[in-house]
């Protein structure tokens, strides 16, 4: 079966998955890690990619991100992931794939999920009970938003600069969504959106970027119309 072309839309936000081969490790230590991101860094300057949030899991990668052209987001994620593979089959005596096919990606309505969304990438390490605090694990940009450290691979969203007026209000504001707990049907809700592909949206937006864009982005009822 032919694969559904994968429609990205320059300009918006996309939150992006990409797992392990059979959900196999892609991170044995902090080596790994530093290279893949250095990696990342790299393809995302040269293929006009602007990581917002990321979280490098053990066997899985989150990101954040708005491609400025429609192919920005599927070069930087194939540069990046085959660089890696081969430098990581290297290092550890192994061959043949690491990736888990193609990524997953869903656009991000930025007014109404785009915080959401940050706020589930950079707590899957408590979620998965590697860490106790979000700013413990410090392989996210979890850090860079509540002004612990700055990463140099995350260039935040306009919709940051909402949460207050100096960096210290928006740090604070940062903070403070994390104080509280997701409900798991969000949770659900915003997992499911991105495994499926389906935008993290509602539907009035969704309506309007099929206007705006062309796309079939709602699918229409099953069967038969009824009879007016």
């Known amino acids: 079966m032919a694969r559904i072309p994968r429609q990205v839309i320059a300009g918006y936000p996309y939150h992006v998955i990409q797992r392990g081969h059979n959900r196999q ?3 044995v230590d902090d080596v790994d890690r530093r290279e893949f991101l250095g990696w990342l860094k790299e393809a995302a300057e040269v293929h006009g990619l602007a990581i917002h949030a990321y979280v490098l899991m053990d066997n899985h990668v989150h990101l954040l991100c708005t491609p400025a052209q429609g192919d920005s987001l599927a070069r930087t994620v194939q540069a990046v992931g085959r660089r890696y593979v081969r430098r990581f089959n290297r290092r550890h005596g192994r061959s043949g794939t690491l990736w888990e096919g ?4 869903s656009l991000v309505e930025a007014d109404r ?7 589930y990438i950079e707590s899957n390490p408590v979620r998965a009970g590697m860490v106790e605090g979000v700013a413990d ?8 938003h509540i002004g612990v450290a700055v990463d140099p691979l995350v260039r935040s969203h306009p919709t940051i600069f909402a949460l207050g007026n100096t960096p210290f209000e928006r740090e604070s504001a ?7 707990s997701v409900l798991q ?3 659900d809700w915003l997992r499911q959106r991105l495994i499926n592909g389906k935008p993290t949206a509602s539907t009035d937006f969704q309506r309007q970027l099929e206007v705006t864009h ?3 982005l709602i699918r229409p009822p099953v069967g038969r119309p009824r009879k007016t």
């Open 25 to 27: 490790q892609v991170f």
């Open 102 to 105: 193609r990524f997953r990606s």
């Open 113 to 119: 999920y785009l915080l959401a969304c940050q706020r």
């Open 137 to 144: 694990w410090p392989w996210s940009s979890h850090r860079h």
């Open 174 to 180: 940062y903070r403070k969504l994390f104080d509280e």
């Open 185 to 187: 049907s969000d949770q």
């Open 214 to 216: 062309t796309l079939r």
